[in-house]
């Protein structure tokens, strides 16, 4: 298990039950207590800020306020598929199972049991070989994370996932790790996928339009792919400058 910082998702995912296929990890609070980020983050977490569900928030109501949350999917792909939802902080919804003083699920009715064992026995951090997969993919020298991603995918969630993005061969397992200081750097991990056909995922990013749009293309192109094991690592940094654009190209666009 390789030793890296704790990160916002460290202390919510013993609350996290046992057999996630996809753990997505956001810290909220860094996000929005960034210079350079902070106020985009912060309208699109918590919107007008009003009680109440925000009238231009990307995120769910709920967040609202919150300081870090993890969602959890369990059987992607599959007809039982479901997604927990453990939040620290913010404002505890009626639904929510309360699991700790600051801590809360939201999940599907029946899950409670299952929420409330977790506490007791470890939760998700007893898949030792998830654990392993969601370090590695995080920078030795690295002191935190706005975002992490790890999954580890069957059959029915890769055919979903090639599905969703017309990908004939998507990948086994998929790791990132995702901070923004005054750049952004990101490192994505990629199991069973040669280092070509990421480039080619690279640069049909770069090419989107929203990608173009806010200047980051360039940034994105850059990025270097290398292979590691039977897969690909990539690994982007969006520079102070561009970054700084970026976000005021973002802004402007979403103003009236």
């Given at each position: 298990m390789p030793t890296r910082a704790a990160t916002a998702g460290d202390a919510l995912l013993p609350y996290v039950p046992i057999g996630a296929a996809v753990l997505v990890e956001?810290?909220?609070a860094r996000l929005r207590a960034n210079p350079t980020v902070g106020a985009v983050a912060r309208g699109l977490i918590d919107g007008d800020g009003a009680d109440g569900a925000p009238q231009d928030a990307v995120a769910p109501a709920a967040l609202v306020g919150a300081d870090a949350a993890v969602l959890a999917t369990y059987a992607p792909g599959q007809p039982d598929a479901r997604t927990i939802t453990v939040v620290?902080?913010?404002?505890?919804?009626?639904?929510?199972?309360?699991?700790?003083?600051d801590v809360w699920a939201l999940a599907d009715e029946g899950a409670t049991a299952e929420l409330l064992a977790a506490a007791t026995t470890g939760g998700v951090t007893a898949d030792r070989a998830l654990m392993a997969m969601r370090a590695a993919v995080m920078p030795a020298g690295a002191d935190g994370a706005a975002i992490r991603l790890t999954a580890r995918l069957d059959g029915p969630a890769r055919r979903e996932l090639g599905s969703l993005f017309d990908e004939p061969r998507p990948p086994a397992a998929v790791a990132a790790w995702l901070d923004v200081a005054d750049d952004l750097a990101a490192v994505v991990w990629v199991d069973a996928v040669a280092p070509a056909t990421v480039e080619g995922w690279r640069d049909r990013l770069a090419a989107a339009l929203p990608v173009r749009a806010i200047g980051v293309a360039p940034a994105i192109a850059a990025g270097r792919v290398e292979a590691r094991g039977a897969g690909a690592v990539?690994?982007?940094?969006?520079?102070?400058?561009?970054?700084?654009r970026a976000v005021a190209r973002w802004q402007a666009r979403l103003t009236p």
């Open positions: 956001v810290d909220l620290r902080g913010g404002q505890r919804p009626a639904t929510a199972v309360a699991l700790a003083a990539a690994t982007i940094v969006i520079g102070p400058g561009r970054l700084a």
